[in-house]
């Protein structure tokens, strides 16, 4: 089988939307990620020039006017970049949060207008969805995204079709913080800090719910992963390679070109 190119550009944006206030708006919980492409051994994340290990913290169902600007802070103090899947709605009801994500420095993609499942939806519905959120990104900070997070892990070969058509590279994950279930602060950052390895991508939420156990788990986390010599990094920010085969694009955090799986390999798909 041959090597298809993934890229993802290096931006930095927003996507906002109307009509959801925060109480009112409560995720679900991510389901076990449904992976098109297994995670990469140790060392594959890395560009050659890196001269240490890089792990790629994100954040969905954000911003909070809360807890977003306390991970901000944490990110700040240990000069840590971070990928924040936002949810189009509650864009439209903090944009000053969202403004200051990318005003940090921090690669800002989507995670849908308002948090559905997107193998639910038809074609129009999705397409609908994607395009008033990227038309409303680029009014809260003049950019397109150029990955997307599907809600829940949820993923078919159906929608991976939909979001290549839209140029959207799907991204999933390699370790889950599991902060959306009842664990304490300590659990999280040890579920974390446990599995990592050089190029994992770490699911945590910034929104849907509270997640000060988030905010504390973080500070141990970035404190702990500093002092084992990873720097973080955000993805979708990899510039002047080739386009995507368009029958795969489908995007980790990888910025180097990497196969599509063979059909078996495509678990739960």
């Known amino acids: 089988m041959g090597i298809p190119i993934a890229i993802c550009k290096a931006i930095l944006i927003a ?18 990620p449904l992976y098109s492409h297994p995670p990469s051994p140790a060392g594959q994340a890395q560009l050659a020039a890196d001269p240490a290990p890089v792990v790629y913290l994100t954040f969905d169902d954000g911003p909070h006017p809360v807890y977003t600007p306390q991970v901000l802070d944490l990110l700040a103090r240990y000069d840590a970049k971070a990928t924040f899947f936002v949810v189009g709605q509650m864009v439209a009801n903090f944009p000053d949060v969202t403004r200051r994500i990318a005003a940090e420095g921090h690669s800002i993609q989507l995670h849908t207008w308002r948090h559905d499942d997107l193998t639910k939806l038809s074609r129009q519905e999705f397409i609908e969805d994607s395009n008033r ?137």
Request: charged fraction near 20%; include cysteine.
């Open 15 to 32: 996507w906002l939307g109307v009509g959801m206030t925060w109480s009112l708006w409560q995720a679900p919980p991510a389901r076990k």
């Open 133 to 269: 959120a990227q038309a409303i990104l680029g009014e809260t900070v003049g950019l397109r995204a150029t990955c997307l997070r599907p809600p829940y892990g949820s993923i078919n070969p159906r929608v991976r079709e939909w979001a290549t058509d839209l140029r959207l590279g799907v991204s999933m994950w390699d370790i889950s913080g599991a902060d959306w279930t009842d664990i304490s602060a300590e659990t999280i950052a040890r579920i974390v800090t446990g599995r990592v390895q050089p190029g994992s991508v770490v699911l945590l939420h910034d929104g849907g719910g509270h997640r000060h156990r988030t905010v504390s788990a973080l500070g141990t986390i970035l404190a702990d992963l500093t002092e084992a010599g990873y720097r973080f990094g955000s993805m979708c920010r990899i510039l002047n390679l080739p386009e995507p085969n368009p029958t795969c694009w489908e995007f980790y955090a990888w910025p180097v070109p990497r196969p599509c799986p063979e059909p078996s390999q495509a678990d739960g798909l």
